[in-house]
């Protein structure tokens, strides 16, 4: 069975930091973009970030440059969000996604995790 499980979600005073991890079991992520979205609550789901297959080029959004980093560790057949210097606007359900193409579109994303949620407040 392909899955994704995150972790490493919670709550986290702005200015602190997170890292997320996103599992694969039945697959191996290697193959495939991973990606990384959010969606907060009323808002429609958005693009984080996400790592190619074979050369691991990174991209992000605007939002969290400077701030978050996506990475490997095929060892583990994980990937890791790094999310540091966190903003209330932040806050949101965090799933992982893998992909075939270099993409922001969720269509090009075929099997999705449950989402960890990351909430950032005083």
Excluded at 3 to 16: H, W
Excluded at 84 to 105: H, I, M, Q
Aim: hydrophobic content about 30%; overall charge neutral.
């Amino acid at each position: 069975q392909l899955q994704l499980v995150e972790s490493g979600g919670g709550l986290v005073q702005p200015g602190g930091s997170l890292r997320l991890s996103c599992a694969a079991s039945g697959f191996t992520l290697t193959h495939y973009t991973i990606g990384w979205f959010r969606q907060a609550p009323g808002k429609e789901r958005e693009g984080v970030s996400y790592i190619t297959s074979t050369i691991n080029y990174t991209n992000y959004a605007d939002s969290v440059k400077g701030r978050f980093t996506i990475s490997r560790d095929n060892a583990k057949n994980t990937v890791y969000l790094q999310m540091n210097s966190l903003k209330p606007e932040d806050t949101a359900v965090y799933s992982c996604a893998a992909g075939r193409f270099w993409s922001w579109s969720e269509s090009d994303y075929e099997h999705w995790g449950q989402g960890t949620q990351v909430t950032v407040s005083s």
